[in-house]
């Protein structure tokens, strides 16, 4: 019997091979799904922390920009600071009790944003205002003979639109100046100083309460104390003393210290020498590239030129005087000037509003031992070419508010004062009393001479001030007519100063 061998037939393999195949290729092709997620995902994510980055970095930028821009102009509040290249930004300051609030706000990469938020301490003063005495002179003085008051409690304002000023009195005002200021003993400003040239503080006990603020280039002394900030467009030397700072110094020069406690933060530029000697800086020190113009020079109205006109005063009635010197009949010059002066007490007897005119007369005067002493019931205008005021009492009658008015013209329409034959207006021994409000107004001298109980309560406006003898001034304001409130004011100065930081944070958009 024939056994059949059975050959096996032969293996096929190709179609397990296609599956696994398949499967490697599904495999590989999620893996690169996974691998081009995973670097689209990467790429996303340093995009946008690149933009974060340069947002935070644009923040930053506003930020250090918006505190050079304030500590280099003295500028500090309602700013706005915008750069609309890279890096972009829009940084905004607020302020409120003391604090400036600083909000910047940075751009970077798809427009990325970024916040950030500074708070520092800053201070802020008003300067300027009605001026209750204004002196148009070269050089003004105020010595212990001159005791200057206020009614109320706000200071009084001293405004020297053409000179210097020099201190050595107490003195409750704030002073403007166009010149430089001095003090040589027993100075204490209640207030602030604004001068458009260096300060010389030469006595180590006097003092500035207030601001102080010299926009002249020259070097500046200060041995005495100074309460609030210092802006200085010119260099610091202080003394040895012992004395204290008590706000901000900025300065556009060099700053020597002595043995000057300064309270709070000190800004001076970059190249400027800091000598800080003995003395101590309790504050931040800033030296940024530049400081420029941290202290403004204050601006001034030109001096009011006044010349009479009748219908500047409609309600008035108008006593003119002959200038007869063979009579002291009422209505004449002597009537006023000779002894016993009964034209002065006659004013008393006066109902309504009155322009008195003795510009017929060569002076207009009480230096003639009658004292006179009155009590007005209305108005009074005296226009003379002179006034001598020796011993001359004036009161307000019983429920009378009086205004009164010594007016010496200046017919030169010129915005200068014209003094001619030297018309001024003597201060001696005059009391004008509480319940009057009177104006000396003068292109000449407002002169204060020989006593010393001499006593004013309402407003100078003069070519120039000289002192000597006492005065007890009370300032209220006063004009003439058509006079701009602006003429014997200085546009009000803001002086502005940054402080140390408080705060810093991120905020969230």
Known sequence: MLVKETIPAESDDRGSTLVVVLVIML?????????????????????????????????????????????????????????????????????????????????????????????????????????????????????????????????????????????????????????????????DVHGSVVAGGTIDMAVGGDMIRGNLSVAGAGSNIIRGTIGGDILAGGSLLFGTQGNSVGGDVTAEGDVYLGNQSLLGSLTLPAGAIFSPQEGSVAGDINTPESVSTPAEAPTFDPWFDYEYEQSHWPDYDVITLENDNSSSASGTCKHFNAHPGTGWTSLESLTTPTILDARACTTLSTNNGSEPDLDLKTDVVLLGNDFNLTALTIGAAAGADPHLWFVVEDTVADGVPTCTNGNDILINGTVIQAGVTAMAYTPCIIDVAGMNNDLWHGGFYGGSFDYGGGLSFYGVQILLPDMPEGATSVGAETLEALGTLVSQRDVAR
């Not at 706000?105 to 970024?114: H, K, P």
């Open 27 to 187: 495999v590989l092709s999620i893996g690169a799904l996974t691998a081009g997620t995973i670097v689209s995902g990467t790429t996303a994510s340093l995009v946008g922390s690149r933009g974060a980055l340069e947002a935070r970095a644009a923040a930053d930028a506003g930020l250090a920009d918006a505190v050079a821009h304030a500590r280099r102009t003295a500028t500090v509040c309602d700013v706005t600071l915008t750069n609309s290249t890279a890096p972009r930004y829009e940084t905004t300051s607020t302020c409120a009790d003391g604090l400036v609030t600083f909000t910047a706000t940075g751009w970077g990469d798809a427009d990325r944003a970024a916040r950030l938020e500074a708070v520092f301490e800053y201070s802020s003063e008003n300067i300027g205002g009605e001026g209750d005495m204004v002196f148009f002179g070269e050089k003004t003085t105020f010595t212990g003979e001159v005791l200057a008051h206020t009614l109320d409690d706000d200071l009084l304002s001293i405004v020297i639109p053409t000179g210097d000023f020099t201190c050595q009195s107490v003195i409750p005002a704030n002073i403007v100046l166009s010149g430089s200021f001095a003090t040589k003993g027993g100075c």
